[in-house]
Structure formats: C-alpha cells, structure tokens
C-alpha cells in the first residue's frame, strides 16, 4: 500500500526518492488495529508521551544545572526559584518520573493479563523489559543529581550491590565511583549516563514499535484478527481516543505538579548530601520499592542481589514460562485470580519496601518474595497445563461465546 | 473507564501508604493546623509573612542561616524596594576583593544573600554547644508534614518525664525525633513587638514564624496554585472535548 499522492510536488520529489511520506502513512494512518481495544491499551502511546515530557523537560533542566558536589543542590534550588518557571520544568521532570513508572507497569500488567507477550510477540515483550530495566538505571542516576541526603545515601547503598560479586566486587565497585567513595566522579558519570540512557531508551522503544507493528496489538479476547471486519485503521479512531485518554492523564499528572509536588520524594532529599550523616531509613523511590523488599528478604547480600535483578530479568522468559495458548485472562479463569494475586503481592512487596526491616515486615517481606518467585516459575507454567480455559469466540467480530461457529481458537496459535 | 480510575485510586493509595512515616517508634505525629497557604486556593498571609520575618530576625537568626534567601527576596512579603534597602542596609556584608586586593566590609545591599550568623559550621557548633543549628531555608520541606513538624516543635518544649535522663545541655520536646533537642526554647512570649499590634504569643510567634519559613521553602507556593488551577480547569475542558470528539468518531464502529 502506499500513500495517496500528494498534491505537493515537493512532498512526492522527496517520497519518491526516500519513501518517508508513504512510510508515515502506513504506520500512523492505514496501520489496521483489533477494533475491540480496551482503555488498558491507551498505555503505550501514554508512555511514549511521557518519555518526551521527560527529555524535553530534562534538557530545558540540564541547561540550568551544575553537576558537581558543592554546587548541585544550589543549582537546583536556584532552578527552584531564580529560574524563570523552573520550578514548573523540575516539578515536571520530577513527578514525569514518578507517571513514566506508573504508566508503564500499567501497561506491563496489561500485557500479563492479556497474554500479550505470547507468539508472535515474545520479542516485543522482551524489548519492553529492557526498555524497564534502562527506565530504573536512568531513573536511579537522576534521583543521584540534586545531591540531597537521600540522593548520596541511595547511590551509596545501590552501588555497594555490588560489592557482593565474589573476587571483584570491591574493584567494580571502585570503578563504578570514580573514586573511593561515592563523590563527585561519582555525580559527574551518573549525569553524563542520565542525559544519555534516555536517547538509549528511545532507540529501542522504535524497535518496541516496529516489533509491534508485525503483527499489529494484542486485544481483550486474545485471538488474532480474521479479516478487515475484524480491524479498523488506527487513525482516527485511535488517535482520538489516546488523545482523550491522555487529556485524562495530564489531569492527574498536573494535579501532583501544582498542588501535591513532593508527594512522591522524600523530606530528606532538601538536605544537601552530607557523608557524615546517614538518614535513620534509606529508601528509594516508590517505584523501586518492590525489588527493593525482594533484595533485603534474603538473608545473604550475593543471593539478594541476584534475586533482585532476577525478578526482573525473570519477566524476559515469561513467554516460554507461560505453557497456555489462550492468551487473554477473560477465558482462564483461574489464571485471572492468580493474576490478581499477583499484583496484590507486587503491591504488599512495595509496601514492605518502603518500611524497615523489622518484626513481621520481615516475615511478611519473604512471604511476598517467595511468591513473586512461585507465581513466575511454578504456578504460571503449571496453570497452562491444568487449567481448563473457556470457550473462545470465532472472532472479534463475534464475540459471543457458543455461536455455533464458535471452535478452540487455541489451535490456530501453533507456534511454528 | 471506572475500572482505570479505582486502578489508580488503589495504585495513589499505596503510593500513600508507602510514603507514610517509616517507624512509629521515633517522634510523636504532630496535630495538624490549618495554614492560609494549604489547599488548592492557599495563599500567604501578607501580615504573617512580615511578623514570621520580624520573628526570624529578632530571635533565630541568633543562629539559624537561610542561605537561600537574598534580602531582595523580601518585596514578595510585601515590603516597598525602599524598606527592603533599609532591611538590607542593616548588615555589614564582606566585599572584594577591592583594587588594592583586600576584602573590606560595607552595607547590605537588596542583592545580597542573607547574613549568616556564623562564618562556617566549626564556628556554629563552638557556639552551640557543640549542637549545629540547621539553616532553614527549606526547612518546611525538609521535614515530614513540615509546617505542623515545626510549629509543633516551637510550642511543644514541656518538663521532661520521670522516665526521660535528658544529657547535659539537651531539653526534652516530644516532636523532635529521640525527644531530645539541643535548642532551647526559643520563643517567649512578648520576645518581639508586632509593629501591628498583634500580641506576641509563643503560639502567634511560632505560626508566623511557620508561615515565613513555608514562604521561604516555597516562595513559588502561591504562583502554582493559581496556575494548577487555570491548568485543570483547561485540561477539564480539553478532555470533554476530545471525549466528545471520541464518541463522535467511534459511532459507526460495531
């Protein structure tokens, strides 16, 4: 297909030697999409919008701010008051972070209630975990810059992670600062990385894209499309209704930026870093919090940390852990209840996270740990094999079970 | 849609619930007040800011910096340029260095930072008892529930309990984290003469004082209010239209 001609000879000079024009028009206008998405599905693009609110309101703040030791925290409360609007941009660029994390496991959760990372998109599913894991280091150095006492103690406590890798922890450790000591190598490096990854992460949200341009998106029901009755061109239809949702979106994002702007940070990070004090509880921001409770669970620093990076790379093998072939959660009724388990136990891990490891936070912390690890590679694998799904319609066009029509679509999910 | 909103409801509710003080075992929650600067509308009482400032200057800037503040900064409580030179005026800041190399001292000018009280943290805590009296530019930001923390503190210094061996130099105030506080109690009443003739109460000092402080961590507060509210009263707007623009879209789809 290609795009109609363009009455601009300009626009048909340039399409005929470098098809960009009819390339767009593929991709944003003829790109047919399920017609029966959901709201769930506003995610993505919501998250794509996010990015941009990031890197533009990160690179207005980069002209502004001084990454060294003695002159951070200064630099971003001159930004805070001196600055024309820069407290808007900062506010922005710090509540931005806290909406890309929650739009994103939004999304993320979808895709796991909908078998959205099944055949033919394990690819695409693997592309947004690295996408996530790029998301937590950048999110991580940027926290680092205002150099505020939680800002130091964080990186202290992140980087020495480290040090449990046998035999060369201690020197990785050491390169990573810079030094002997988190300090201003330390920062410099971090805002260097800061301003780079995201550039990193927009590369491979276009190859999360052109993945998910191959087959087109997943839908509520989880078969495939049959035919043009089954589909409906992305614009405008979507278009308009990612625009409403995101109208949505900056409703709540703006209500945190103007009226509740540190309701995500810390009180301690506006006190400058100070090496001789540690804060009574380090914690790190709300969106890390859940690997953080499964890090401190396990008794032992080597295991910990190698569980919690392995809670995340574990997500990478869901497609092959994941031995059913329905994939939407509306016709596995019992893999829909573990489902919710699921997200409770991310849930109480976050609150564990967030509190000291005392009492039964402990006890309850390795019971949240524990099941995050069971549900991943125990119940998901053996729920394919036991459970017995529903009916799936004959289309998306008939969605209504037991049409005569009706047969197991699963079959026809065969993996080549 | 109503599934999305109780999504984020419960997810902003365990955000909450995580942002919650992490041990109770440390201070006493302080009792919330009521401040003219909280809420969507809040605004700084014009009068407060100038007696919390009055406040500041006469009795914690004996040791408290705020080094974010400069003296130009003032006009936002109100005062004329005029008044701000003469505060300003008040100071003998260090300069230099000048032509023939050497510092040398002349008066305030509204550029200037606010003057420390001591020359570095070594002097401070030689002074204090060996105690650093932290500055307070951010200090309403830099502490749970803030405002009420510190009015709290202000008002809330009371004989110690039997059970409670103060350490030497140390008084007993249930709000400060390990009830122990190297600061005495800094307000008394009629410490200050309001040029308003507002009676200066330890409870009137210690709120104006606060609303001073919330000003000075803060001083953009009034600016974001009013333009969060012209914001979502535009993106309310925005999003019934494009909802409209939505359903009008969609109608032929079945």
Redesign the interface.
């Known amino acids: 297909m290609s795009a109609p001609q363009s009455q601009n000879a300009l626009i048909r000079w340039i399409d005929h030697r470098m098809p960009i024009f009819t390339f767009m028009h593929h991709e944003l206008h003829e790109y047919p999409a399920p017609?029966n998405l959901s709201?769930?599905w506003n995610f993505g693009s919501l998250a794509g919008i996010v990015l941009v609110i990031m890197i533009v309101t990160g690179i207005w703040l980069a002209m502004h701010y001084t990454p060294h030791v003695d002159y951070a925290f200064?630099s971003v409360?001159r930004i805070?008051?001196d600055v024309n609007y820069g407290?808007?941009i900062r506010?922005l660029h710090m509540n931005g972070a806290?909406m890309f994390f929650?739009v994103v496991?939004?999304h993320l959760f979808r895709g796991m209630y909908y078998g959205s990372y099944k055949y033919p998109r394990e690819l695409l599913w693997i592309l947004g975990v690295v996408i996530l894991l790029l998301m937590m280091a950048t999110a991580f150095m940027g926290y680092v810059l205002p150099w505020g006492q939680m800002s130091f103690w964080g990186a202290t406590v992140i980087t020495n992670l480290f040090s449990a890798i046998p035999l060369f922890g201690d020197p990785i450790v050491t390169w990573l600062w810079g030094g002997f000591s988190v300090d201003n190598a330390t920062l410099n490096r971090f805002f260097s990385l800061h301003y780079l990854l995201p550039f990193l992460i927009v590369g491979v949200v276009f190859l999360h894209l052109w993945a998910l341009h191959r087959f087109g998106s997943n839908n509520p029901i989880g078969i495939d499309t049959k035919g043009p009755q089954d589909s409906?061109p992305f614009h405008?239809?979507y278009t308009?209704?990612d625009?409403?949702g995101t109208?949505?979106f900056?409703?709540?994002f703006?209500?945190f930026?103007?009226?509740a702007?540190?309701?995500?940070g810390e009180?301690?990070n506006?006190?400058p870093a100070n090496p001789l004090v540690t804060p009574?509880?380090i914690?790190p921001e709300?969106y890390l919090?859940p690997f953080y409770a499964i890090l401190r669970a396990i008794p032992d620093k080597l295991t910990g940390v190698i569980a919690m990076f392995g809670s995340i790379l574990l997500l990478m093998a869901l497609p092959w852990l994941d031995t059913s072939r329905v994939r939407s959660a509306t016709y596995r009724p019992i893999y829909k209840q573990f489902f919710w388990v699921f997200v409770v136990d991310c849930?109480v891990l976050?609150?564990i996270?967030?509190?000291?490891p005392e009492g039964w936070f402990i006890v309850i912390g390795r019971i949240a740990t524990a099941y995050y690890f069971i549900h991943l590679l125990i119940i998901i694998p053996l729920l394919g094999k036991l459970e017995r799904p529903l009916e799936l319609p004959a289309s998306i066009s008939t969605p209504v079970i037991g049409s005569g029509a009706a047969q197991p679509q699963a079959a026809r999910m065969e993996k080549p | 849609?109503r599934k999305?909103v109780l999504?984020?409801l419960?997810?902003a509710a365990?955000?909450?619930?995580?942002?919650?003080p992490?041990?109770s075992s440390?201070a006493i929650k302080p009792p919330s007040q009521s401040w003219g600067f909280g809420g969507?509308f809040g605004t700084f009482d014009r009068a407060a800011l100038q007696r919390g400032f009055h406040v500041y200057k006469d009795v914690c800037a004996a040791c408290h910096s705020m080094n974010?503040l400069a003296y130009r900064?003032l006009r936002a409580l109100g005062f004329s340029e005029d008044e701000v030179k003469g505060i300003a005026a008040e100071y003998e800041v260090t300069d230099g260095p000048n032509d023939e190399g050497n510092m040398f001292q002349r008066a305030g000018r509204p550029s200037d930072r606010f003057k420390a009280p001591f020359a570095n943290e070594k002097a401070a805590r030689a002074a204090n008892n060996g105690a650093f009296p932290?500055d307070l530019?951010?200090m309403i930001?830099?502490?749970?529930s803030?405002a009420n923390y510190v009015h709290a503190l202000l008002t809330g210094y009371e004989p110690p309990p039997p059970s409670v061996k103060l350490m030497e130099g140390m008084n007993y105030n249930k709000f400060f984290?390990g009830g122990q506080i190297a600061m005495a109690p800094p307000l008394n009443a009629d410490a200050v003469t309001f040029g308003d003739g507002t009676p200066a109460t330890v409870a009137q000092m210690s709120k104006d004082v606060v609303t001073f402080l919330a000003w000075a961590?803060e001083?953009?507060l009034e600016v974001?209010?009013q333009?969060?509210?012209k914001?979502?009263l535009f993106?309310?707007v925005?999003?019934i239209m494009?909802?409209a623009?939505?359903r009008r879209?969609?109608a032929g789809?079945h």
Request: proline share 8%.
């Open positions: 017609k709201y769930w200064q409360e805070m008051r407290w808007l506010y806290s929650l496991y939004i409906i405008p239809y308009i209704k625009a409403f109208g949505v900056l409703l709540v703006a209500g930026v103007f009226f702007p540190n309701f995500f009180p301690d506006y006190i009574a509880h914690v709300w919090l849930l976050g609150y996270g967030a509190n000291p | 849609m999305i999504t984020a419960a997810v365990a955000c909450f619930a995580g942002s919650l992490a041990s440390e969507i974010l900064n932290p530019s951010l930001k830099a502490r749970p803030g984290p961590a001083p953009e974001r209010k333009m969060g509210v914001v979502i993106l309310i925005l999003t494009l909802y623009a939505k879209t969609w789809v």
